[in-house]
């Protein structure tokens, strides 16, 4: 996929580690984070030339995260946030600015993750391809914003990183989106569902079962 130039920036990852592992990013706390994204939307569309840098800066490695962990290919997880920023650059003046940012842009990386889903479904040859090469003995490992309490506390040990990661690559699309947003990014039961478009029954409902298959199939290799 050709990389599409973003005004001003080019989305990079950070690559610091610290003893071989990687550099952890703290998550601001919520409420402060809204009011800057706020504050950061309202600027950009004032045209204040810095401000949509500095919301790339604030969610490149986020949605790396979450769009690697839903497909399980680095490179195209890399292709699609940045096609996120770019639909996000295109569609702000349009932003319903009495929603969250970050719902709206997890809203955007989500739907981009299921149709890459869906367009490998319908092409299992290229599918099996890129990920096998993802799974091979020298794949990067992932990286992370904030392990102390959430459930990837076991993406420190690298065996375990891929085995949750394959594992969570054979739950559904439906329960793999909910099983990540909730489980592995620590959003909200509303929050998923404002990003799925779902209500709250729903949500749960879909975690619950999530969770029971993701248990049942890594437990085995856990014994």
């Known amino acids: 996929m050709t990389a599409i130039a973003l005004p001003a920036h080019r989305i990079t990852q950070p690559r610091t580690t610290v003893q071989g592992r990687p550099q952890l990013v703290a998550t601001p706390a919520s409420d402060a984070a809204n009011e800057e994204n706020s504050r950061l939307v309202a600027a950009h569309l004032a045209g204040d030339e810095f401000a949509f840098g500095e919301l790339v800066r604030r969610y490149q490695t986020r949605l790396l995260n979450f769009i690697y962990r839903m497909i399980g290919d680095r490179e195209r997880a890399e292709d699609l946030v940045q096609e996120a920023f770019v639909r996000v650059h295109r569609h702000l003046h349009r932003f319903d600015q009495t929603r969250k ?21 319908r ?101």
């Open 101 to 121: 940012f970050s719902t709206w842009i997890y809203t955007i990386a989500s739907n981009l993750a299921k149709n890459e889903l869906r367009n490998r479904s």
């Open 123 to 223: 092409s299992p040859l290229v599918f099996h391809e890129s990920s096998r090469s993802e799974y091979d003995s020298d794949a990067r490992p992932m990286e992370f914003e904030d392990s102390s309490t959430r459930p990837d506390d076991m993406f420190h040990n690298r065996h375990l990183q891929e085995l949750v990661q394959r594992t969570v690559a054979q739950l559904t699309e439906h329960h793999r989106t909910v099983f990540v947003l909730r489980e592995l990014e620590g959003k909200s039961y509303e929050e998923i569902a404002d990003v799925t478009n779902t209500n709250l029954g729903t949500v749960k409902s879909r975690l619950n079962r999530a969770r029971s298959s993701f248990a049942e199939m890594i437990a085995p290799y856990l014994d």
